[in-house]
């Protein structure tokens, strides 16, 4: 019978770190209408096209409803009891003939806090292993890495409604009207209405930084020299924040010493960029009281990403920009709960809260709640497990909601990867690429149709109810888990996502006053928050998060991108657009969506049209070291000179990662994604 009830329910949308929140009015299984709400707190009565349109693929035909379980080259569907069987037997061998360090698990960052929660618990509780990753592997580890060495904390220093407050923003590395669409709108607002000044620091003209008062091009790999020019500049002119750098950070001595090469003539060099317009970006920060950078995979892509973020908080401490609002430093997250899978805990050297696993005091607080003895060394993190699966040291993976054989740089590495294990668990919506190499594919619940909660890019704690039941067998994550916690002998019998938080709450200081009360319907929290509910809308208000209370201003020294073999001739830049998230497994299955952008393609300057005779839609094939992809061709002066511009938003013949190698950021091992060259064939 079809259902004739209209419900409206409150849900956090899956596409990106803002986190908006909404209703979403349904009626039985069909979708009627989006409506953001003023009390929205991140997103007020906004969304973008995503929000507000790319929720189709919740009614996919192509959606798993029942487990899978491989026999020989076809998939069978099977019962949750039949596919548990396969799941505790396979693993549990696993584990007993070469150890629990031979799995590895790899959480979602679309799934929930206590979904993520959940997978570390069972990694090292369950399994014994701190073999556990998430995708903020692939995207903003290098930004949490430069915010650890200066300030403390990973997370944005602010609110996003802080950023409206600026006198100043600087975007590097961020396309961020199409990334973070309602955050951009705030700062379009903010220039109309308040004067806002923007700078823009990117390879490509978007519309930002169409936008900016000042549009900086730096050559591909470079912002870490112009950021630490600027730096030097300012502190040349005294023009830094004197007092505050007297009373609130340590280490400006030596940090100076570190920026002695960097002249701004030096910074013209490498960069590319006009001292002049480095002189005036100096003095634009001079002239604001308040600045705040905001900084994505443009900058945290590359083998040198986490001294580039690193760079760009020296620069905000040198300028006293932290601490106030409308200053600060916001890492835009990418996914709508990156921050979270990384806040709970799904990464090999963290508990939960950013606890180290090497902290013997930390991990005897784990062992004694959960009644088990855990390894005192760091796991691997999801690049280290391709590499340990290719020589031999891990056999079987449990993979969630993460399409890793289209996502990971070097796709048809990982995919040859996949080929080797003796076992793979993939839990995911669709038959993804990764899930066509699975042993047994467990059937998932998308947001619509579970409880929990996410963390946006600010920090801010949100709960989702469900709108919907889970479309035939499949199952919110969390209870999912759970059975491959209970197949492997786990007597876990957790019975609402308020049980997983609450335990969660009482383990880690970071989210001790976080209730499922406290966050009712359109409520929030920012971590940390005290045991009385007292969140932190504002970091390092009154001191930094080391022992001193001081910052750390870090020095560095430049080292230039790997120099690429001279035949791949055309830089390869690559990225997303508004209308689709990642790799096109949710968002392509939107038939509005995908009618507008059915494909990926490239962006091509017309100097280089020019010299190859290239017209809006031909085709062409790209070439790499790694392999090859076709798409058509879209020809614009967002893109300058060799520069190309791939959108990844494909999981076919376009999929920008069959292009990317295996370089790493140094600190971090996030791929390099935007340092490749390639080659360009007329097709
Ligand atoms: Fe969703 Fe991000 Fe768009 Fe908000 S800005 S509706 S969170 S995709």
New binding site residues.
């Given amino acids: 019978m079809r259902e004739k009830t209209i419900r409206k329910t409150k849900t956090v949308?899956t596409?990106?770190g803002?986190?908006?929140s909404f209703d979403v009015w349904t009626k039985g299984r069909r979708i009627l209408k989006i409506q953001p709400r003023e009390e929205a707190p991140a997103?007020g009565i906004s969304?973008?096209v995503?929000?507000k349109f790319g929720w189709d693929f919740v009614n996919s035909e192509e959606r798993l409803t029942r487990p899978l379980i491989r026999r020989g080259d076809v998939f069978e569907e099977a019962d949750w009891e039949e596919a548990m069987a396969v799941i505790g037997e396979k693993l549990g061998a696993i584990r007993d003939r070469y150890g629990p360090d031979a799995i590895g698990l790899i959480a979602s960052s679309k799934c929930t806090n206590e979904e993520a929660y959940l997978m570390q618990k069972l990694a090292r509780a369950v399994i014994g292993t701190h073999n556990v990753d998430n995708c903020s592997r692939y995207c903003q580890s290098p930004a949490t890495q430069g915010l650890f060495r200066t300030v403390g904390y990973g997370g944005d220093s602010g609110s996003i409604s802080d950023i409206a407050q600026a006198d100043l923003v600087i975007i590097v590395g961020s396309n961020t009207a199409e990334s973070?669409?309602?955050?951009a709108t705030r700062i379009k607002r903010a220039q109309k209405l308040h004067g806002q000044k923007v700078i823009v620091a990117d390879l490509r003209k978007h519309e930002m930084a169409e936008r900016a008062d000042l549009f900086l091009r730096p050559r591909p790999g470079t912002d870490f020299v112009w950021l630490s020019a600027l730096a030097r500049y300012i502190l040349d002119q005294g023009w830094h924040d004197a007092s505050f750098l007297e009373e609130r950070v340590n280490g400006l001595e030596e940090y100076r010493r570190s920026l002695e090469p960097f002249t701004m003539d030096f910074a013209e060099e490498i960069t590319g960029i006009a001292v002049s317009d480095l002189i005036r970006a100096a003095e634009m920060i001079r002239d604001a009281d308040t600045v705040c950078i905001l900084w994505a995979m443009g900058v945290t892509q590359h083998t040198g990403g986490s001294d580039t973020s690193t760079a760009i908080s020296n620069l905000l401490l040198v300028t006293g920009n932290y601490g106030r609002p409308g200053t600060g430093a916001y890492p835009l997250r990418g996914h709508?709960n990156v921050q979270g899978a990384s806040d709970f805990g799904a990464m090999p050297h963290m508990f939960p809260g950013y606890e180290p696993v090497t902290d013997e005091r930390v991990r005897k607080r784990y062992e004694e709640a959960w009644g088990v003895s855990l390894p005192d060394r760091p796991g691997w993190n999801n690049h280290q497990m391709v590499d340990a699966i290719h020589d031999g040291r891990l056999k079987a993976m449990y993979i969630v909601g993460e399409d890793m054989a289209l996502v990971d740089a070097n796709a048809r590495r990982v995919q040859r990867a996949f080929e080797q294990l003796e076992f793979l668990i993939v839990q995911d919506l669709f038959l993804t690429r990764t899930a066509q190499f699975a042993d047994v594919v467990l059937p998932a619940s998308p947001s619509l149709e579970k409880e929990g909660t996410f963390t946006n890019t600010e920090r801010r704690i949100q709960r989702l109810y469900p709108a919907l039941e889970p479309l035939g067998d499949s199952l919110p994550d969390w209870q999912i888990i759970q059975k491959v916690a209970r197949s492997l002998g786990a007597d876990w019998s957790y019975e609402h996502p308020g049980e997983i938080m609450a335990e969660a709450a009482r383990l880690s200081p970071m989210f001790a006053g976080v209730t499922y009360e406290r966050l009712e319907g359109y409520r929030s929290l920012q971590w940390p928050v005290l045991p009385d509910g007292t969140d932190t809308p504002l970091l390092y208000r009154d001191r930094f998060a080391f022992p001193d209370g001081k910052a750390r201003l870090h020095p560095m020294t430049w080292i230039p991108p790997r120099k690429r073999e001279p035949s791949y001739d055309l830089h390869l830049n690559n990225g997303r657009i508004l209308e689709h998230f990642h790799e096109g497994n949710m968002t392509a299955r939107s038939a509005g969506i995908r009618s507008k952008v059915p494909r990926a393609f490239v962006e091509v300057s017309p100097e280089v049209a020019k010299e190859r005779g290239l017209r809006n839609g031909m085709w062409v094939r790209l070439t790499s070291p790694y392999g090859q992809v076709r798409v058509p061709v879209l020809v614009t002066d967002r893109v300058r000179g060799r520069e190309l511009y791939l959108t990844m938003n494909d999981h076919e013949e376009g999929a920008v990662n069959l292009l990317t190698g295996n370089d790493t950021d140094r600190e971090t091992d996030t791929p390099a994604y935007k340092e490749y060259t390639v080659r360009m064939e007329v097709l």
């Fill in positions: 949308c596409y990106c803002v986190g908006c997103n969304t973008c995503k929000g973070h669409p309602v955050l709508n």
